[in-house]
């Protein structure tokens, strides 16, 4: 184990739905990510947090949006997602921004119908 | 901007046999250099970083890495590979001290009994 753990981790939806992926780290990280992983893709980074404030938004549709509460916990409310959209979803915690390195949850296969 | 490459979408070797999985990046100032290790169904796992000092960098479960400056690459190797090295390798970069790594696309590594 990793330390930072994914729920759920697997989850199907269709396009009209509203779901959210949580990520909870017990590492006492200050920075939080969310990226996606699809099919022979290098990973997306979509989203930074750095004590609790995002720092980092590369261009993800808005019907992605994430939410961090406090530096433990990191969430990614999902709605009216398309197709394509369908990868695994993993999100990572670090300790700084230096040569910290990154520790991932083992993600959330998501599934768009 | 930073890029990294990882050219070969899978490498075969028989068990026993040296493991070489290559990576090559771009960045402007010094790089931060990773390599992680995703098995099936889990998130990606740290093996190994390059921030500074010596160029040969040992990691977990016998992996290595040599950083080679002159050639902009940061191979990854093992003098024996196990069967349960079969996994997908991931090169990740960072040209600074933000956390925002630029991963490659994962080179998939095949060992045969």
């Known amino acids: 184990e990793t330390g930072v753990t994914q729920t759920p981790r697997h989850l199907v939806m269709g396009m009209t739905n509203k779901k959210s992926l949580k990520c909870e780290q017990h590492l006492g990280h200050n920075a939080m990510y969310w990226y996606k992983q699809s099919a022979k893709k290098p990973l997306e980074l979509m989203f930074v947090?750095?004590?609790?404030?995002?720092?980092e938004n590369n261009s993800v549709p808005s019907r992605f949006s994430p939410e961090c509460p406090n530096s433990s916990h990191l969430f990614l409310h999902l709605h009216t997602l398309q197709p394509e959209d369908s990868a695994l979803y993993l999100c990572?915690?670090?300790?700084?921004?230096?040569?910290?390195?990154?520790?991932f949850g083992a993600g959330t296969r998501l599934s768009v119908l | 901007a930073q890029s990294v490459a990882q050219p070969e979408d899978q490498v075969n070797v028989a068990e026993g046999n040296p493991l070489t999985v290559k990576c090559t990046y771009s960045v402007s100032g010094n790089p931060y250099l990773f390599w992680y290790v995703q098995y099936p169904n889990r998130g990606l796992q740290f093996l190994l970083k390059?921030?500074?000092?010596?160029?040969l960098v040992k990691g977990s479960y016998g992996f290595e890495a040599e950083f080679n400056k002159s050639q902009t690459s940061f191979h990854l190797k093992k003098p024996s590979a196990l069967v349960s090295d079969s996994a997908l390798y991931f090169c990740?970069?960072?040209?600074?001290?933000?956390?925002?790594?630029?991963f490659g696309a994962g080179t998939q590594v095949v060992v045969t009994p």
């Open positions: 947090y750095s004590l609790e404030e995002r720092v």
């Open positions: 990572a915690s670090s300790q700084g921004q230096g040569g910290g390195i990154q520790y």
């Open positions: 390059y921030i500074t000092g010596d160029n």
């Open positions: 990740a970069v960072r040209s600074d001290s933000w956390g925002k790594l630029q």
